[in-house]
């Protein structure tokens, strides 16, 4: 472990690297749900599990290209911790698109958020992030209000499975970036859940698999849904606690919102814009409320490299 500051803190100990993660945490769900919202287009093709396949796969490929991991020097609790990784980008990537097959895209991603929510109210350490997290259900609630009658119970089920396997991601990821030197780590789980979705994904898409222009745009899909998005995060939770990183996961309805709008035509009511408004509110004061952490607790979150 070296013996540079904390992320989050200047050598002196002052805040220093929130304002950067809070960006590269909007970037990040900006590009996934535009690439959900290609993926939604490309369900009757390939399938959902089909999508996920190629969007791990291809996303995997990337990584290990950029990051060209070494195989040997790591831990066992690393590799532990990279297949765990790999494991939930798996079951979380497959339950979200087995959900947004039969949900629209912004109340997938409004059920989906509860799982970051509820790990933001659990590991709170301070009243504040109790109070944001209450105003940012607020708004996950209102926002969902203009699609609760098109729900499913499968969907429903899928997507809630999506949430609690999405609160055991950023748990895993922040291992991760402690345990692996730059994308070192996110790269060999990547590789590791693409194995796991190959048996699903050619089951589901078949034939579709070889023709190009959908390979194309599944590509396309995983650099913006996967490869993109996930190696921002990664850099922002070694810059911010996973109960901040949580509450920040609450601003995923709104841009699933927008793009749905944007790109599926599907349209936003009064209720779900004050929805948006609440979120965001509650995601800068989630930021404001973490940056006070004690320096106890940021020094658990200095990574290896």
């Known amino acids: 472990m070296n013996t540079a500051a904390a992320p989050g803190t200047t050598a002196s ?10 960006g590269l945490v909007a970037a990040g769900l900006i590009c996934q749900e535009v690439g959900a919202s290609v993926a939604v287009m490309l369900f009757p093709s390939v399938g959902p599990l089909g999508m996920v396949m190629l969007r791990l796969v ?7 290209i950029i990051a060209r991991p070494a195989l040997r020097g790591h831990s066992a609790q690393a590799w532990r911790s990279a297949l765990m990784l790999g494991g939930v980008l798996a079951l979380m990537n497959g339950l979200f698109y087995l959900a947004l ?11 989906e958020v509860l799982g970051p929510l509820a790990l933001a109210v659990i590991t709170a350490r301070s009243r504040g992030a109790w109070l944001w997290a209450g105003v940012a259900l607020i708004g996950i609630l209102a926002l969902g209000g203009g699609g609760w009658d098109r729900l499913t119970v499968t969907g429903v089920l ?8 999405w609160a055991g991601y950023i748990l895993a990821s922040a291992r991760v970036g402690r345990d692996f030197a730059k994308l070192d780590g996110l790269a060999l789980a990547m590789a590791f ?8 994904g050619i089951a589901d898409a078949g034939a579709a698999l070889l023709r190009i222009d959908l ?7 995983a650099v913006l849904s996967s490869t993109i998005p996930y190696t921002l995060e990664l850099l922002a939770l070694r810059r911010l606690a996973p109960a901040v990183f949580g509450i920040l996961m609450s601003l995923g309805p709104a841009t699933a919102s927008l793009a749905g709008f944007l790109l599926l035509g599907q349209h936003m009511t009064v209720l779900e814009v004050s929805g948006i408004a609440l ?10 409320a973490g940056r006070e952490r004690p320096r106890e607790l940021r020094a658990t979150q200095e990574p290896v490299a």
């Open 101 to 111: 097959n039969e949900l629209p895209l912004g109340v997938t991603v409004t059920i």
């Open 58 to 64: 291809f996303s995997a490929v990337i990584l290990l």
């Open 215 to 221: 390979i194309a745009l599944g590509a396309a899909v």
């Open 279 to 288: 979120v965001v509110i509650a995601s800068a004061g989630a930021v404001w």
């Open 13 to 22: 100990g002052g805040p220093s690297g929130g304002g950067l993660a809070v």
């Open 158 to 165: 899928f997507a809630l499975g999506a949430a609690a396997s």
């Open 193 to 200: 859940g693409a194995l796991l979705s190959l048996p699903f």
